[in-house]
């Protein structure tokens, strides 16, 4: 669920990995990423993401592959990666999330495009998402969210709420961990520009709940204003049951309830 336009430029999107189509440019571009990230994650990413880098093997010297990185996370939750090109339908996006899979793309960008990019490539599916795909308390919450889009997802105003609750826990989310605050969201954790924005006095943080950030509009083409803090995953899980009672309350027929600026 991603809301970049689309891709203007040309470019090679496998639907399997082949490990043979990767140039040097490729294996720099995947270097010098892991590199600057990891420089700065270890203080500020959750332990558990960090916990999951480790588990599942990730290093700058090499491009994962996905086959080994779904040996693992089928030990540890029975979570796969898919291969897709580019973005996901949103019906399908859900059903594959309630089948415990998670899209990736298996590209990367160009050496010209390191802090700048139109859609999500392989070191944001794969380094910002994967890692935590091996945690079960927030596979529990993705897996149960994709049953609720399965069930709402057709309903615009309900897409919307969950469309939002996805942006600022899976893509922007911090959480308390040790008196701290620490990022687990992937487009935190895989964008230089937000990871320094996150702790620049510049952004709001406050605590989650559910009800304001579903009334939370948010871009996709700026740094976030706004985040939301959890006090860990379960909360996530939890928030699900009120959820559903939101979603429920929509109008099927009705148009959205509010307007994505
Ligand atoms: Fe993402």
Redesign the pocket.
Known sequence: ??YHPPATTTRLRPLIQDMNLYTQEDRNVWQLLVERQMSRLPRLASADFLRGLDTLGFSAGRIPVFAEMNEKLNQYTGWQLKVVSCLCPVAEFFTLLANKTFTATCWLRRMNELDYLEE?DMF??VF??APLLSNPAYTRFFEALGQLGQKYGHVPAALEMMERLYWFT??FGLIHEEGQVRMYG??VL?SVGETNHVLSEKSRKTSFELDTVIRTPFRTDVLQQQYFIIDGFDQLLHSLEPLEERLAETDPEGNKQYFQV
């Open positions: 669920m991603h999500p944001h599916d910002g998402h899976i893509e992937a487009g895989s």
